[in-house]
């Protein structure tokens, strides 16, 4: 298993931007792929973002598509996603979360490890 830390929610209005960091513990970093989800209150959770663990490949959910980008820099075992556009509608717990394979996973039951959740408030 792998530790992850998610950072850098917070509150911003609509048409902001918010950059999410994950730091991730272990050694073998770049043969994981990793994920952002997100949760909205009652609501389930849903796959935001994914990457490969070269960094070569990503993959996006419909409602972020164009607005927002995951990337990695696996020497410092990071993820990042940056945020703009902001809606309203953005507004959740985001979580990340390791694979433990290089390739994608687009559904929570891919992923083993999870970080606690950053809050992202968007006002309108």
């Known amino acids: 298993q792998v530790q992850l830390v998610e950072s850098g929610g917070g509150l911003v209005q609509a048409g902001g931007s918010l950059r999410l960091s994950c730091v991730a513990s272990?050694?073998?970093?770049?043969?994981?792929?990793m994920g952002w989800f997100r949760q909205a209150p009652g609501k389930e959770r849903e796959f935001v973002a994914s990457i490969t663990g070269s960094g070569y490949s990503t993959s996006y959910g419909g409602s972020v598509r164009g607005r927002f980008t995951i990337s990695r820099d696996n020497a410092k075992n990071m993820m990042y996603l940056q945020m703009n556009s902001l809606k309203p509608e953005d507004t959740a717990v985001y979580y990340c979360?390791?694979?433990?394979?290089?390739?994608?996973?687009?559904?929570?039951?891919?992923?083993?490890?999870w970080g606690q959740g950053t809050q992202v408030t968007v006002s309108s």
């Open positions: 979360a390791a694979r433990q394979f290089a390739s994608m996973g687009f559904r929570e039951s891919e992923y083993a490890s």
């Open positions: 272990g050694r073998t970093f770049s043969q994981w792929a």
